[in-house]
């Protein structure tokens, strides 16, 4: 029989194991970013789902999605929409979006870890910036980073840009303006799934310490 000591070793262990598969490197790299659907504010990536629509203005934070939570700190949601000197248009997107004024932030946050993110956006700008917070992840971009290179300030441009995460996993995700303004829609997502290795490794911890809690049982019905 295993002493009860080497066997607590490898509960912690395998236990250890699993956590740390689960976290991603310490040195962050930038987020793989990528422009599709021109013009298109609703075709959405084939392995994301709809998060958040911005459609209902008596409701600015309401989501779509479970698991998600959406925080306006000073951006808006349906008010003064395409006004000049404010907000401006979204092309071919007639429902009301999400605009952060400059000096505000917005903020998505989920209960799952993502791997990707996108949204659709008009009129970019070098003054807007995506903040991108996750498990051993923390990486801003700002102006032409966000659109490929592209900051030519057009009403009439709007595409949907995507964000891979490249292997990292995002919970918190914070869109802020040091101008007027920031304009966007239809948030989408995609969960992280653990790599095999790591379910393993969890599987395998979770299994030693049901073993050791049943030893412990039949130890005490004994005595």
């Known amino acids: 029989m295993r002493p009860r000591t080497t ?24 987020p793989v970013v990528s422009l599709s659907n021109l013009g298109d504010p609703d075709t959405l990536p084939i392995d994301q789902i709809l998060v958040a629509d911005f459609n209902d203005a008596g409701d600015p934070t309401a989501v779509v999605a479970p698991g998600f939570t ?3 700190n000073g951006a808006t949601v349906g008010v003064n929409e395409g006004v ?17 004024p400059g000096g505000k932030s917005a903020e998505l946050t989920s209960v799952k870890l993502l791997k990707s993110f996108s949204l659709y956006m008009g009129s970019p700008d070098t003054y807007n910036s ?12 700002t102006g032409g980073q966000i659109t490929a290179g592209y900051t030519g300030q057009s009403w009439g441009w709007g595409q949907r840009i995507n ?24 948030f989408a997502a995609q969960a992280a799934v653990p790599e095999p290795a790591t379910w393993i490794a ?15 049982r039949v130890a005490g019905a004994v005595a």
């Open 7 to 30: 066997l607590r070793a490898l509960v912690a262990t395998a236990a250890l194991a699993g956590f740390a598969a689960v976290a991603a490197p310490a040195a962050a790299d930038a």
């Open 70 to 72: 959406l925080t306006l």
């Open 84 to 100: 000049g000197g404010y907000s401006g248009t979204l092309p071919n997107d007639p429902t009301h979006y999400l605009t952060v």
């Open 130 to 141: 995506i903040r991108f917070i996750g498990d051993n992840y923390d990486f801003t971009l």
């Open 163 to 186: 964000f891979d995460f490249g292997g990292y996993n995002v919970n918190r995700i914070v869109l802020s303006s040091s101008s007027n303004s920031f304009e966007v829609d239809n």
């Open 202 to 216: 969890m599987i395998l911890g979770f299994g030693l310490l049901g073993a050791e809690m049943r030893r412990r």
